[in-house]
């Protein structure tokens, strides 16, 4: 015979499991650091008394920030012995992401570099309030602060994003476009048709984690990192191939090796060009570019 309580307890974590999620991703930039937050989510929501709480969607919002925050603070100390830059891990979304504009923006691999520049306190009450429109109360609950503190770090960590983001949304069309022109340009071998998608200030930051090869520190100017990509290629033993798919909301290439995984470009465009290229090469962090990863603000 089944545990009323308990049925309704499931019932209340899968129903928001998707927005739990989402919440513990956006705050850490790693897909595998968020499902364990879910697993302790889901350990001690089990524990509480239901009948005292009144709204579980905010109830296990708080407990999965709390969880997330502890783990944000343990993760700065893994990312100050990282191998290379740190890049968000990517995860595979389906494409009506991309309708969601608020949702594609605060997944994407350009703002959440951003939020990596706030303090753990700021990047979660930015995410809380930014992407999904918590009320200061609700947050200040979360974080564990009073509400007059949250509008004062929520004000100043709108500030530092504001001053960091990206400039404009670019359409999908535009963007696919281009990583289009880069796709065949490697593909084929073709110098000079790289070097006209390219931006002649575009930025390459790899993160290979110390298990492939990546730059240890960005790579800018367009000839640069033309003979980078090249150079690199001329020293693998198989075919690259490239698919445009969509990646944390917007369109990226995801790179094989003679079938195999490689890793994945997502890209920032301006006028048509390619501005910015984020390779994650690291295996760790492609484990959620297989399969679809549901992600939602509600």
């Known amino acids: ?14 129903a928001h499991r998707n927005l739990l999620f989402t919440v513990a991703y956006e705050m850490l930039g790693s897909a595998a650091d968020a499902e364990d937050v ?21 109830y296990l919002v708080r407990i999965t920030t709390r969880q ?11 990312k100050e012995a990282y191998v290379g830059p740190w890049l ?24 959440m570099l951003v939020l990596e520049t706030l303090a753990p306190t700021e990047r979660a009450v930015f995410v809380l309030r930014e992407a999904f429109d918590f009320g200061y109360d609700e947050i200040a ?5 009073s509400p007059e503190a949250v509008r004062q770090i929520a004000y100043r960590a709108r500030r530092h994003v504001e001053a960091r983001r990206p400039r404009g949304p670019v359409s999908d069309a535009e963007t696919r476009a281009a990583l289009a022109s880069m796709k065949s340009a490697l593909e084929t071998g073709d110098f000079q048709g790289l070097l006209e998608v390219l931006a002649p200030d575009v930025v390459i930051v790899g993160d290979g984690g110390g ?7 960005p790579v800018v100017g367009a000839d640069k990192a033309a003979r980078m990509f090249f150079g690199g290629l001329a020293k693998l033993d198989g075919t690259l ?47 959620h570019v297989t399969s679809t990863t549901p992600l939602t603000v509600r």
Do not use: C
């Open 211 to 217: 298990f492939k090869h990546a730059t240890l520190r």
């Open 141 to 145: 609950a979360a974080v564990g602060k």
């Open 1 to 14: 015979m089944s545990d009323p309580t308990a049925d309704t307890a499931t019932e209340a974590f899968v």
């Open 68 to 78: 997330a925050l502890n783990r944000l603070r343990a993760m700065q100390r893994r």
């Open 241 to 287: 191939t490239a698919d445009v798919t969509s990646v944390n909301g917007a369109p990226a290439l995801i790179v094989h090796l003679d079938g195999e995984l490689d890793g994945v470009m997502a890209a920032r465009i301006e006028d048509g060009r390619i501005t910015g290229v984020y390779y994650v090469r690291n295996p760790e962090k492609l484990t």
């Open 88 to 111: 968000p891990e990517p995860v595979l979304t389906a494409p009506d992401v991309a309708d969601d504009v608020a949702l594609a923006e605060s997944v994407s691999m350009a703002l």
């Open 38 to 58: 879910l697993q302790e989510t889901w350990l001690r929501w089990v524990e509480v008394d239901l009948d005292r709480v009144r709204d579980p969607r905010a």
